[in-house]
């Protein structure tokens, strides 16, 4: 069991998350984004970046009113950057998520991807699925940014999205696992003897942790990326 303070702790990460998303997401209602994909990246960043990302989202990404100016914004290469691992991000944190509720939900799952026959500790299995949906998610969320914006056939868009952010996710991914790995394996058994399950808070508030290290360590693949003309800037 976690103390009390560490639970509150979470819950309250979790919250605060929560209805930063359910505010970006009337907010891309009301205010539709010009690339279609980013009314869903931009809520589902509130999950991990909270009230950081609310402020990104409110800077550099929300849609004028219409009729109004455009606002001047954050233009910079910084801010482009910023956007670019976010949109990786979503993708990312749609095929965690996804892949640890099912694995937690069926167990049974976790065979598929090497429990027990791979891995004795069916904590790698899962990061297997996670890293199979997160990346699946990852170019598909790709894809629809820059097919449009090229206007490319189902094929060729794909390959463009598969070369724009294979590095990209893998990058999130590492940082991701190595935080996770940290806490699972070594700081939340060292304070307080037990590591966290999928089903509860405390989990998902390393996981938001672990999310923002992934986008620490895309961070710099990105600015590559759309540096070299790879990735197209956001």
Not at 37 to 46: D, Q, R, Y
Not at 60 to 80: E, I, V, Y
Not at 150 to 173: C, Y
Not at 200 to 223: D, K
Request: glycine share 10%; net charge neutral; proline share 5%.
């Amino acid at each position: 069991m976690f103390p009390a303070w560490f639970t509150v702790a979470a819950i309250v990460s979790l919250t605060v998350a929560a209805l930063c998303a359910v505010f970006v997401t009337v907010d891309v209602t009301l205010r539709p984004q010009r690339m279609s994909v980013m009314n869903v990246v931009w809520p589902v960043t509130m999950l991990f970046g909270g009230l950081l990302w609310l402020g990104l989202y409110l800077l550099r990404g929300r849609t004028p009113r219409t009729g109004a100016s455009q606002p001047d914004g954050d233009g910079s290469m910084a801010g482009a950057v910023a956007v670019g691992a976010s949109h990786c991000g979503a993708g990312c944190a749609i095929g965690d998520v996804i892949a640890e509720f099912s694995l937690a939900l069926v167990p049974g799952l976790a065979a598929v991807f090497g429990a027990g026959t791979l891995f004795q500790d069916e904590m790698y299995a899962a990061w297997i699925a996670d890293f199979i949906f997160a990346f699946g998610l990852g170019i598909v969320f790709q894809y629809f940014a820059i097919a449009p914006m090229r206007n490319l056939p189902v094929r060729r868009g794909l390959w463009e999205a598969l070369k724009a952010d294979a590095l990209s996710i893998t990058a999130w991914q590492v940082g991701m696992y190595g935080v996770m790995a940290l806490a699972q394996l070594a700081i939340l058994p060292a304070l307080f003897g037990t590591r966290a399950a999928v089903l509860s808070p405390e989990f998902w508030f390393v996981m938001q942790i672990a999310m923002l290290a992934g986008f620490a360590t895309s961070y710099p693949v990105n600015w590559w990326l759309i540096r070299a003309g790879i990735k197209e800037r956001m």
